[in-house]
């Protein structure tokens, strides 16, 4: 199982004192960065059980998923806690805020981890120019000076504050990027797909397997024809049904092979292949190196 950071463990490792949570508004939090610093900056590639909505200024690597995003200067940085994270500092000098807060916390807004900044890895990092920054800049500075208050609602702005940076930040990101669902039947097939596919996921266990690994094995779940499958789904997102499902799992072979000491028969195994060097070839042809290689590439 990957690495998992609870809330208690993240107050204890920042020597922080943690407020009892309150079931009908659950847990929120904001720390200004520089309060964060560890001395010791040795990766840490572990999932959480909390979100993280962070805006920090300085050179640093974000490590999410299976991809490593550079941010020279500022950025909005939004992590799902199903999501293996680390952040990797650059340069010494960093400045900003870090929100953390349960799913509890947004309850009456929907399901959070549906919100695009959080669902795919190409939106989670959002770099902001200096032009950009200024209003960013003034959301958190109000979250921060709203909790030190004592105004009888104020959980009730934090929210507000918070979804107006989660928004904004959406509304930077290309409307196409994310196809949404639709009233044709093929929207309808393709938004059902990519809920069969996610649902999958993570594997948090080495005996876990994947169920659904194959276009077929999609379609008698959708109890289409695996044609009309492969057709609505071109239709939807230009892409065919082997090459979705194949990214998905290339994506959980590389968090795996980084935040697990599994070995890659293990990994193999979990992820549908029945025979390593199938999941090895399969592995190299799409990424450039085998299991083995992209993992000592990863550790150095």
Same mark, same amino acid.
């Given at each position: 199982m990957t690495n998992l950071l609870e809330l208690q463990q993240f107050y204890k490792v920042f020597n922080k004192s943690m407020e009892p949570m309150h079931q009908e508004i659950g847990h929120f939090n904001i720390f200004k960065v520089e309060d964060l610093l560890l001395p010791d900056n040795k990766p840490n590639y572990s999932r959480r059980n909390f979100f993280k909505v962070s805006l920090v200024t300085g050179h640093s690597k974000i490590h999410y998923a299976d991809k490593c995003m550079e941010v020279q200067d500022t950025a909005l940085v939004f992590t799902n806690p199903m999501i293996p994270y680390n952040w990797e500092r650059i340069s010494e000098k960093h400045s900003g805020y870090v929100c953390i807060f349960t799913e509890d916390f947004f309850s009456r807004f929907g399901p959070l981890k549906d919100y695009p900044v959080f669902q795919f890895t190409d939106t989670a990092v959002v770099p902001l120019s200096p032009q950009q920054l200024p209003p960013y800049q003034e959301l958190f500075d109000k979250m921060w000076n709203e909790l030190q208050g004592d105004y009888q609602y104020k959980y009730d702005l934090l929210r507000n504050l918070l979804m107006e940076v989660i928004h904004g930040a959406q509304k930077m990101q290309p409307a196409a990027s994310h196809p949404q669902t639709g009233s044709n039947a093929a929207e309808r097939i393709t938004a059902i797909f990519a809920e069969l596919l996610e649902r999958q996921f993570p594997i948090e266990l080495s005996n876990q397997v994947l169920q659904l690994s194959t276009p077929a094995a999609f379609a008698r779940q959708l109890n289409v024809h695996v044609n009309h499958l492969n057709k609505a789904l071109r239709e939807t997102t230009g892409q065919t049904t082997s090459k979705l499902i194949s990214d998905r799992i290339l994506q959980e072979a590389r968090i795996l092979l #980084? +935040? /697990? *000491?599994?070995?890659? *028969? $293990? @990994? &193999?195994? +979990?992820? !549908?292949? #029945? $025979?390593? *060097?199938?999941? +090895? +070839? =399969? =592995? #190299? *042809?799409?990424? !450039?190196? /085998?299991? #083995?290689? =992209?993992?000592?590439? &990863? @550790?150095d």
């Open positions: #980084k +935040s /697990t *000491n599994w070995t890659v *028969n $293990e @990994i &193999a195994w +979990s992820l !549908g292949f #029945k $025979e390593p *060097n199938h999941f +090895s +070839s =399969f =592995f #190299k *042809n799409m990424a !450039g190196a /085998t299991p #083995k290689q =992209f993992r000592q590439t &990863a @550790i």
